[in-house]
């Protein structure tokens, strides 16, 4: 089966992944880098729990938990009402609640985890050309995702995305490069990455920051992991 077109389900860890057409660069300056966060943040938090990140300048990885039992949160008729007032709704539109007892999910819609991923990288595409100026393809793939079925590949899949600017040169230690979630893992300051559960597949601070050290960082280890 193909990487691009396993589902994508709930309660299951995935290796999310995208690179630049012609392994062209898709992020050129800071602005870019914020850009696709801000629209992360718009559309995948609602339906994933994120572990970890890279943004390179050609590629991206992201390391997330599809969530589960999730609906929008406003109906359409909702979403309509606040188009009339004015308010933001192309952000509420993409908001998500978990369906329990309590919710009469009836009238709400149940979100495809795929369609943010693949709104994602349209809006940043749509985004970059029209800031330089180009037409066409931006990313090589809709996207592409590997499941992620035991704790060792987890593990080993959160150190080579920290690590993947050592791994091309861009840096030295993970911890030098901006454009990612290590600096949020070790930070203290509020975060919508999974952090705790983060250092707990590791012990600790200390033990996670220690493998991050002694990861593997030649080629094989692209191989191992089905990039």
């Not at 718009?42 to 609906?71: G, Q």
């Not at 330089?132 to 809709?142: P, V």
């Amino acid at each position: 089966m193909s990487s691009q077109t396993i589902k994508l389900l709930p309660g299951k860890y995935y290796h999310i992944y995208n690179r630049g057409i012609n392994s062209c660069n898709v992020f050129t300056d800071s602005g870019d880098y914020e850009r696709f966060l801000f629209l992360y943040e718009k559309y995948i938090y609602p339906i994933a729990n994120s572990y970890a990140w890279v943004l390179m300048p050609n590629h991206v990885h992201f390391l997330v938990k599809i969530k589960e039992n999730l609906v929008y949160k406003y109906t359409i008729e909702e979403i309509k009402l606040f188009e009339k007032e004015d308010v933001d709704w192309e952000l509420k539109k993409w908001e998500t609640i978990t369906c329990n007892n309590d919710i009469d999910g009836s009238k709400l819609k149940v979100p495809n985890p795929s369609n943010h991923l693949a709104h994602l990288f349209s809006s940043y595409s749509k985004y970059f050309n029209a800031k330089y100026e180009r037409h066409g393809a931006l990313f090589e793939y809709k996207f592409k995702r590997n499941p992620i079925n035991n704790v060792f590949y987890l593990k080993q899949v959160l150190l080579y995305i920290h690590n993947n600017p050592v791994h091309h040169g861009f840096c030295e230690d993970a911890i030098e490069y901006p454009w990612s979630s290590y600096l949020t893992c070790l930070s203290d300051k509020e975060t919508k990455i999974l952090r705790v559960d983060v250092l707990k597949w590791f012990d600790n601070k200390g033990y996670f920051k220690a493998e991050h050290y002694r990861s593997p960082m030649d080629r094989s280890i692209e191989y191992w992991l089905g990039i």
